[in-house]
């Protein structure tokens, strides 16, 4: 049995696609188990750049088994616009797409809110991706919401829709002043999609143990990062699911017992998209460096995303919180020509120097960071795939980050595409 969790260990983005990509090689089956369609795994193979929001990265390789867990929050419109718009590539999902029958829906009235919801907090907004998934989890939560299964049930579908549209047109007509959604037209749009879901629809909590007693090797691919996690994060401002380990049981239904490695991956600095603390940020020429040579763009959203140091603070919670066996260390050669890097190794709060994750959002909001100064270099490290051919300060900054946060690297990331990657260890092996 080899069963690994791959998460995200900052805010996000830090490269899951290519990694995930990647390690699908060695997989056979790749199962998303929280979010939505507001992840954005890149993955560049040859000249071609994929995205993928809501199908797991692993389907880019033939034969692979993908599966979109209970803990996936399911837009049915955005799933179908990605399957075609794969299918217009040459690859079929046909057959080896798996969607949780218990998985949640996310309904046009869940968009209207998260966008409008986010209006109200002037200043205290949140930075939504917009894509309904807040609201979604929140009728989850409420256990008000309609899942895949009940799109299977018309009658039940309807009553379910027609029930929480009195209070979501109410919220939204009443509260916001903007239109609300009509029954039929929603039913109708929903119906349409139920025809073309319904060849997807599994139980995958039983697909997937039986894909373990074959002794079948799973990727769990995590989207988002630690620090959006809704219970682990930085909260508020965090996304609605569990980002980190955990979700990857809750989310599919697999023990505990069932996972062996938990592979974090991280940039060789920071970004953030979206408001929220972010105590290493760097708001000078030197961000605006890390944000051209990295293309620090949302890969959703297209927005500009905020630059700063690596975080020590940050990832040792993370490799705590999400019991990480290793690293992945991604775009080193984003650092490559900086004469000098800085290391976050602690805050400063009123004269309280913190070594470990602060909770209170003020803390974070507020404190200084400590700064750890290494010695930059000047060769270039983009598609490096040998550890010794890197510069001798890349290793000696990367031994220092391994050592501090307290896990073992795996895999070091120079460049964007498929290849271009430093494997220290497969974890699959
Ligand atoms: P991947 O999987 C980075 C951020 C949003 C916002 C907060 C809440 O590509 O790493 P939401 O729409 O989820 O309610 O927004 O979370 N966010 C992400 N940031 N990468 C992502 O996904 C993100 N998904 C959501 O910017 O701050
Ligand atoms: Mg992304």
């Not at 508020?236 to 239904?253: D, E, R």
């Not at 994750?357 to 803390?363: N, Q, R, S, V």
Request: with cysteine.
């Amino acid at each position: 049995m080899m069963n690994l969790v791959v998460i995200g260990s900052q805010w996000g983005d830090e490269g899951k696609g290519k990694i995930v990509d990647l390690l699908s090689e060695s997989a056979d089956y790749v199962i998303r188990y929280q979010g939505g369609h507001n992840a954005g795994h890149t993955v560049v193979s040859g000249e071609t750049v994929i995205v993928l929001h809501l199908i797991p990265t692993g389907l880019l390789h033939a034969g692979k088994i993908g599966v979109i867990g209970n803990g996936v929050v399911v837009d049915p419109g955005a799933l179908l616009e990605e399957i075609d718009a794969l299918s217009s590539r040459g690859i079929s999902v046909s057959g080896r797409l798996f969607i949780s029958e218990a998985a949640h829906l996310i309904m046009p009235y869940h968009k209207a809110i998260d966008k409008e919801s986010e209006k109200v907090k002037g200043t205290r907004k949140i930075g939504t991706t917009g894509r309904g998934i807040g609201p979604a989890y929140a009728d989850k939560m409420a256990r008000i919401g309609i899942r895949v299964v009940d799109l299977l049930d018309p009658g039940l579908f309807r009553e379910k829709l027609a029930t929480n549209l009195v209070e979501m047109n109410y919220f939204l007509e009443q509260l916001y002043k903007v239109k609300g959604f009509d029954l039929e037209k929603v039913y109708q749009e929903y119906m349409e999609y139920a025809d073309r879901i319904r060849p997807y629809i599994a139980d995958t909590t039983l697909l997937i143990d039986e894909a373990i007693g074959r002794g079948r090797r799973l990727l769990f691919e995590g989207a988002q990062g630690t620090h959006l996690d809704v219970d682990l994060g930085t909260y508020p401002y965090v996304t609605s699911s569990n980002a980190t380990a955990g979700g990857a049981c809750t989310g599919t239904g697999v023990g505990p017992t069932k996972i062996n490695e938990v592979l974090g991956v991280a940039k060789a600095y920071t970004t953030r998209v979206g408001s929220g603390p972010f105590p290493s940020e760097l708001n000078n020429e030197m961000g605006e460096m890390l944000r051209s040579k990295g293309k620090e763009f949302g890969a959703t959203t297209g927005r500009p995303r905020r630059c700063g140091w690596f975080d020590v603070v940050l990832l040792r919670y993370s490799v705590r919180v999400n019991g990480l066996t290793s690293l992945a260390i991604t775009k080193l050669d984003v650092l490559d020509g900086f004469p000098e890097i800085q290391v976050c190794v602690g805050y400063e709060f009123e004269g309280k120097v913190y070594r470990e994750m602060p909770t209170a959002l003020k803390t974070l909001e507020k404190c200084t960071p400590i700064y750890e100064h290494f010695s930059g270099w000047s060769e270039p490290t983009t598609g490096i795939t040998s550890y010794d051919r890197l510069p001798k300060n890349a290793k000696t900054y990367l031994e220092a980050i391994s050592e501090k946060v307290g896990c073992r690297v795996d895999l070091i990331s120079t460049s964007s595409k498929r290849g271009e990657t430093i494997v220290l260890r497969n974890p699959f092996q």
